[in-house]
């Protein structure tokens, strides 16, 4: 079955780095656009960053753009999720995600809060 499994997020103060990574299994990665979103409380989940199966094309919102990387290792079945210059806005729960035969796949998704 697909999985994926997200890790990184944490506290962190404004301005700072953080990098998050995604191992996925039970589908074949190598093939397979990889996304990520968020979706802090009482808001609508957001797409954040999405990368093409070879990695050559990504695509970012212009709330990130500039700010964050999405990249893959289609040999370790991970993809990650550069982000610098946090914000509070940023403040989220974290998913990432890939769409199988047209059904969406979601983790569990890890926490990001960014505060002073």
């Known amino acids: 079955q697909v999985q994926l499994v997200e890790s990184g997020g944490g506290l962190v103060q404004p301005g700072r780095s953080l990098r998050l990574s995604c191992a996925a299994s039970?589908?074949?990665?190598?093939?397979?656009?990889m996304s990520w979103a968020r979706q802090a409380p009482g808001k609508q989940r957001e797409i954040v960053a999405t990368i093409s199966s070879s990695g050559l094309n990504r695509n970012y919102p212009a709330s990130v753009k500039g700010r964050f990387t999405i990249s893959r290792d289609n040999a370790k079945n991970t993809v990650y999720l550069r982000m610098n210059s946090l914000e509070p806005d940023d403040t989220a729960v974290y998913y990432c995600?890939?769409?199988?035969?047209?059904?969406?796949?979601w983790g569990q998704g890890t926490q990001v809060t960014v505060s002073s």
């Open positions: 995600g890939c769409n199988i035969m047209g059904r969406p796949y």
């Open positions: 039970g589908f074949p990665f190598s093939g397979s656009a």
